[in-house]
């Protein structure tokens, strides 16, 4: 079994957020982490690498330093490497990614693709099933559960306060929710491998099957009208009630935004 794990490299918001003057975040400014949806998905990765002897790739489109975060998933257990970069990928929005996505992605051998949920840095959930849009796969969103029956995958899919139950051959492509399970840590034997392991570097040229005007910040259609590195809040209403009024007040507010 062959498995593609995409991740991607995202802001540490804890220690803030930067901006490019035409509101794109300046990622190389900023403290970076493995966004947690995917490492969910890489740990899922990792564990039916453990059970069935598969061979995970984990891929990003990102800057040069992303390979940090690719060392950082070989760490953990990953086989290979794979970091798309370019100066002419640079600003791009969910459609131009998972289209350069999709097309790092032709040029391999997989029996099923596994993405996060959605990034911290943009909460869109959208690109994992733009790439299986392009690639023509079925997908399968939010798993809380995989498990492998034959050629087909079984995944728990959260639904609301429920759940549902699906199965779809392989090859497909999945999302993974951060609650999915508890990612291991890096071993020192890992990290000594993953320090010494060749990364394969992929620019535009070795992108398959797109076009140039659905790359990068020109051929992103969405378009950001502001952009702000903090949310202000209001004053809000401030009473000074006894004990008894004011669990009247509480509760009748609770009753007016319908929360009870």
Request: with cysteine; charged share 25%; aromatic share 4%.
């Amino acid at each position: 079994m062959k498995i593609i794990v995409c991740i991607k490299q995202v802001p540490d918001t804890k220690g803030g957020v930067q901006f490019n003057p035409d509101g794109t975040l300046n990622r190389a400014a900023m403290l970076t982490i493995m966004n947690p949806d995917d490492k969910a998905g890489l740990e899922a990765a990792l564990r039916l690498k453990d059970e069935y002897g598969a061979e995970v790739t984990v891929l990003t489109m990102g800057l040069p330093k992303a390979e940090d975060v690719l060392r950082e998933a070989m760490a953990m257990g990953a086989d290979k490497g794979i970091l798309v970069t370019d100066r002419v990928l640079g600003g791009a929005d969910t459609w131009a990614t998972s289209t350069t996505i999709a097309g790092a992605i032709r040029n391999l051998e997989y029996d099923l693709i596994i993405t996060g949920r959605q990034a911290i840095d943009g909460d869109t959930a959208q690109v994992g099933p733009q790439i299986a849009e392009h690639l023509g796969l079925p997908v399968i969103s939010y798993a809380q559960d995989i498990k492998i029956d034959g050629d087909s995958v079984i995944v728990k899919r959260q639904y609301d306060d429920g759940y549902h139950m699906l199965k779809a051959k392989m090859p497909c492509l999945i999302t993974a929710l951060s609650e999915l399970n508890d990612p291991r840590y890096m071993t020192p034997g890992g990290i000594f491998d993953a320090v010494k392991a060749e990364i394969t570097t992929w620019g535009r040229a070795n992108l398959v099957d797109v076009d140039d005007a659905n790359l990068g910040l020109k051929g992103s259609p969405t378009k950001i009208a502001r952009a702000s590195d903090k949310v202000r809040k209001g004053s809000g209403e401030k009473v000074n009630l006894d004990a008894e009024e004011s669990v009247k007040y509480i509760v009748d507010k609770l009753k007016d935004k319908h929360v009870i």
